[in-house]
């Protein structure tokens, strides 16, 4: 009993450095403030008072738990402050201003109008829906943030570092992520077309879906198709269960990222494959998105510096290296800093 | 109490700020088992909306529906499953005007690379109202195209909602579409009682 709580405690609360939770704040972000930017021409039509759906009521459809700002039929200023609040709380999400807030608002917006019209949205968009949920609960805007950058302002910590914090929040991201790949899989071999091979050109065949030009030779030969269909179950096969392994995780990964590109490329489905890329992010260790920061930071600082015609590394980046707190029995979900670059308190972005 | 959990309570010396209320919550035995619980009902809710058609599913589901709709985790994975569509079938809509001419309006679509970024949401509903099986949808989709009409400068005395369908053969060249009108509305003039 004693080790199944710890191995509980190792696995949702274990503390680790919070520079993946930013990035997939920032991603998240910037994925969720495409789709309400691109969603702005419709937003009348689709949820507005005179739109193409009357919502239904669900105060009296007795279905639990339903919420909405929106109600069956809002007022168009209602709809479109709701609109404006989703844009203005993304790109906070982006630049990580009052995150948590933000999140919140983002998550109350596209609940709202998910709820007010569902006929509009893909299994993507219901993903996006997902992730803003994830969002409210992750410590993303602990760092790489303008909150960060405000408290450094202020003298209390640097803004390069990422004070550890439990990992639990990622850790839902990425069981929802094996799951969504799992219940794909298991909803596909359902189908006679997937066992007998021929799905994926019959989807390459619905025209109002088709995105960018194939080859005829992709989209209608049967033998392509054969081998296209059985490589999309053992991909979401392989998405769902190995990229719980360490050893396998990029390469699985890097795969799914083809996988999701080449469908983007063939299928007008939004932004579902952006949406499973911010899930990806939740799997990169934060030891490997701490290397990449102090990177990316070094050559920045770099490049900086060629600029202003001096080449040694005047803000004192350049030759530092990912370091941690002293303490490296890091207690579990406190608040021990992993600084990236230079750790010196009080320095600005 | 273990010394762990102590000395996560403890405030560290040096720790550059304060603590939030979630960070607090994980450092104590009790918020340890608050977020746990919290963490098994998010898990429950995902792990059985996801289970296929099954018994198991019918038992498991009631018990997180609430929790599923006000968190909005509701998500359906049968992306062209359990078998891609083997027709193809487009809304469209027969607008018939005053002057006698008539017009066939297809749901909006914009280019492949921006265009496809905005327009898969009207595509969706074009799937839907394709499905032509709900009727309580026809009414609203049929006024929202003539009011499209009318707002533009036409003048509509009907929308006739239709299906385009032509089934897909892998191989061959695709058959010849089949038409099907399945609602009609009809547009009121200024100073008229609405129909439809």
Redesign the interface.
């Given at each position: 009993m004693r080790k199944a709580l710890a191995s509980w405690n190792r696995f949702w609360f274990a503390a680790q450095s919070t520079s993946t939770a930013a990035v997939v704040r920032i991603a998240g972000g910037l994925v969720l403030f495409g789709w309400a930017a691109t969603i702005g021409r419709d937003v009348l039509s689709f949820f507005g008072p005179d739109g193409i759906f009357e919502g239904p009521d669900y105060k009296t459809s007795g279905l639990k738990g339903i919420w909405s700002v929106l109600g069956p039929t809002p007022s168009a200023t209602v709809v479109v402050a709701v609109y404006v609040a989703l844009l203005a709380g993304s790109m906070c999400l982006v630049v990580g201003f009052h995150s948590r807030l933000a999140a919140l608002v983002v998550f109350v917006a596209l609940v709202s109008f998910t709820r007010r019209n569902p006929l509009v949205l893909n299994s993507g968009d219901a993903l996006l829906r997902v992730i803003s949920f994830f969002l409210l609960l992750l410590p993303g805007g602990e760092a790489l943030s303008v909150d960060r950058w405000r408290r450094a302002r202020k003298g209390t910590g640097a803004f390069w570092e990422f004070p550890a914090r439990a990992v639990w929040p990622l850790r839902l991201m990425q069981i929802q992520l094996s799951v969504a790949y799992m219940a794909a899989v298991w909803a596909k071999v359902g189908g006679g077309t997937w066992r007998e091979g021929s799905a994926v050109a019959y989807a390459l065949r619905v025209g109002f879906l088709r995105r960018l030009p194939l080859p005829e030779v992709v989209s209608g030969s049967l033998l392509v198709s054969n081998v296209l269909s059985y490589a999309t179950l053992a991909i979401e096969l392989a998405l769902g269960l190995l990229v719980w392994n360490r050893r396998l995780r990029p390469r699985v990964l890097l795969v799914g990222v083809a996988f999701h590109l080449a469908i983007d490329y063939a299928f007008r489905v939004g932004f579902f494959s952006y949406a499973m890329f911010v899930l990806y992010l939740a799997f990169i260790p934060a030891d490997t998105m701490d290397a990449w920061l102090s990177g990316g930071r070094q050559r920045l600082a770099r490049r900086k510096g060629q600029r202003s015609g001096n080449n040694s590394d005047s803000d004192g980046a350049a030759d530092n290296e990912v370091s941690t707190s002293p303490d490296d029995d890091v207690p579990e979900g406190t608040g021990s800093v992993v600084a990236v670059g230079d750790p010196s308190p009080g320095r600005g972005p | 109490m273990s010394t762990?959990l102590r000395?996560?309570r403890a405030q560290?010396p040096g720790?550059?700020?304060n603590?939030?209320v979630?960070?607090r919550l994980?450092?104590s035995r009790a918020g340890?088992a608050l977020?746990?619980a919290g963490?098994v009902v998010?898990?429950g809710a995902?792990?059985t909306f996801?289970l296929?058609p099954s018994e198991l599913a019918r038992k498991t589901q009631p018990a997180f529906?609430?929790?599923?709709?006000?968190?909005?985790?509701?998500?359906?994975?049968?992306?062209?499953?359990?078998?891609?569509?083997?027709s193809?079938v487009?809304f469209r809509a027969r607008i018939l005007y005053r002057d006698g001419t008539e017009r066939l309006w297809e749901?909006p679509?914009g280019g492949?690379?921006l265009g496809?970024?905005?327009?898969?949401?009207?595509?969706?509903?074009?799937?839907?109202m394709s499905a032509g099986i709900d009727a309580?949808?026809w009414l609203?989709?049929a006024?929202?195209i003539a009011?499209q009409e009318t707002a533009a400068g036409r003048d509509p005395t009907s929308v006739t909602l239709t299906l385009s369908v032509?089934p897909?053969s892998?191989?061959a060249a695709?058959g010849a579409p089949t038409s099907v009108d399945f609602y009609v509305h009809p547009v009121a003039q200024a100073g008229e009682e609405p129909t439809g």
């Open positions: - | 762990r000395s996560l560290r720790q550059p700020y603590r939030t979630q960070q994980e450092c340890r977020i746990s963490i998010i898990l995902v792990l996801n296929p529906q609430r929790v599923v709709n006000a968190s909005g985790l509701d998500q359906n994975w049968s992306v062209f499953a359990p078998d891609p569509p083997r193809e487009d749901v679509t492949p690379v496809a970024y905005w327009d898969y949401r009207w595509l969706k509903w074009g799937e839907i309580r949808l609203p989709a006024k929202w009011r032509v897909i892998i191989g695709a």
